[in-house]
């Protein structure tokens, strides 16, 4: 084999190392949409001039668009909050640690925050979702994502989500 076809193939094998570290360095990433429909149970009480919510949140949630991975498009989960919430004059924040159960008994945990609505009127309001990693195919992902959420009678409510993910 001549020096240049040696050194051709391997400038050609250097490359594709470089090309498949790339790869496995850019992990996995991508986007989806839910729609989540869920039953909550609040205690509420005065505390110094502020309403205390507290108490369980229980659903599902159901992919309605995906750009792939973990995420597939009609796969539905079980849901599970634990949310805590103080309204004062300043308005209304949330705080509530979810974990998500999918199908197949593998969990994504999130953890969602609102600023905005208020939840003794039926208001309802914007929100940020962060994704804090998970069981099974969610091991390691993380991500960000929007919701608005709306109140319904019967203390139910319907939250339509849009995220981002990534996963080393």
Known sequence: MSLIRKMGTLIAFVFGVLFAAQVTIAGESGTYESVGSFVYDYTKFDFANQMIISGP???????????????????????????????SDAGMDLE????ITDASG???????KRSAGDT????????????????GK????????????DYLA???????????????
């Not at 159901?62 to 103080?86: D, H, N, Q, R, W």
């Not at 593998?106 to 969602?112: K, T």
């Not at 003794?120 to 069981?135: K, L």
């Open 57 to 87: 949140l229980h659903g599902t949630e159901t992919i309605t668009k995906s750009s792939g991975g973990p995420f597939a498009v009609g796969e539905s989960s079980l849901m599970v909050c634990a949310v805590y919430g103080k309204k």
């Open 96 to 99: 509530a640690p979810c974990a």
């Open 106 to 112: 593998d969990v994504n945990f999130a953890l969602s």
């Open 120 to 135: 003794e009127t039926g208001g309802g309001g914007d929100g940020r979702q962060e994704i804090v990693g998970g069981t």
């Open 138 to 149: 969610y091991a390691g992902i993380t991500g960000s994502c929007t919701y608005t959420v």
């Open 154 to 168: 019967g203390n139910r409510a319907i939250a339509i989500n849009t995220c981002e993910w990534q996963k080393p």
